[in-house]
T-cell receptor, first 114, second 114 residues
Framework: DAKTTQPNSMESNEEEPVHLPCNHS???????IHWYRQLPSQGPEYVIH???SNVNNRMASLAIAEDRKSSTLILHRATLRDAAVYYC???????????????FGQGTRLTINP | NAGVTQTPKFRILKIGQSMTLQCTQD?????MYWYRQDPGMGLKLIYY???????DKGEVPNGYNVSRSTTEDFPLRLELAAPSQTSVYFC?????????????FGNGTRLTVT
């Protein structure tokens, strides 16, 4: 699976939008972009994923660049509970292999100020 | 709805001791995984299983063994514990092939080897 690059840390204020960037310049045509987050002292939890089009769910939005070499996870109104490490992960979801052997980098540690 | 349950939550081992980390899931997922997370780092895949009786190595399998006798349980065995195995261990599960479903993680076992 291709590599991703994320900032080590970011800081934002409560009730403001947060844009978490991810670069993946070597992404292949069949790689999906997955985002997970890890709250303190917990296991990672799924946030969102997408291939080409922008995606929205109840937790966040995923904006994918037209050339797919970068993406941005958007938290529309951050709360203190959103303080976590956010991981951007690429996975070829078209291989037919069901095992999700995800490769977690160091992620971005997001701090939310009250 | 328990999801993925890991026991124990914490454990301290002496060098050379052995132990089994327990993982059970109640979602009838076919696929299960063991990851480890060293301080400040991302997660690394140790072993995974695509169904009862079938296991395979991940990125960092040395020093560990697994078994999968039932769909629900996927224990991780440490033989001859070493300080390098000090880490937080996460178990995860996913349904398998077909429609995408994210990984579901447990809350981890924090292991210290001294």
């Amino acid at each position: 699976d291709a590599k991703t690059t994320q900032p080590n840390s970011m800081e934002s204020n409560e009730e403001e939008p947060v844009h978490l960037p991810c670069n993946h310049s070597t992404i292949s045509g069949t790689d999906y972009i997955h985002w997970y987050r890890q709250l303190p002292s917990q296991g990672p939890e799924y946030v969102i994923h997408g291939l080409t089009s922008n995606v929205n769910n109840r937790m966040a939005s995923l904006a994918i660049a037209e050339d797919r070499k970068s993406s941005t996870l958007i938290l529309h109104r951050a709360t203190l509970r959103d303080a976590a490490v956010y991981y951007c992960i690429l996975r070829d979801d078209w291989t037919g292999e069901g095992a999700q052997k995800l490769v977690f980098g160091q992620g971005t540690r997001l701090t939310i100020n009250p | 709805n328990a999801g993925v349950t890991q026991t124990p939550k914490f454990r301290i081992l002496k060098i050379g001791q052995s132990m089994t980390l327990q993982c059970t899931q109640d979602m009838n997922h076919n696929y299960m995984y063991w990851y480890r997370q060293d301080p400040g780092m991302g997660l690394k895949l140790i072993y995974y299983s695509v169904g009862a009786g079938i296991t395979d190595k991940g990125e960092v399998p040395n020093g560990y063994n697994v078994s999968r006798s039932t769909t629900e349980d996927f224990p991780l065995r440490l033989e001859l514990a070493a300080p390098s195995q000090t880490s937080v261990y996460f178990c995860a599960s996913s349904p398998g092939q077909g429609v995408f479903s994210p990984l579901h993680f447990g809350n981890g076992t924090r292991l210290t080897v001294t």
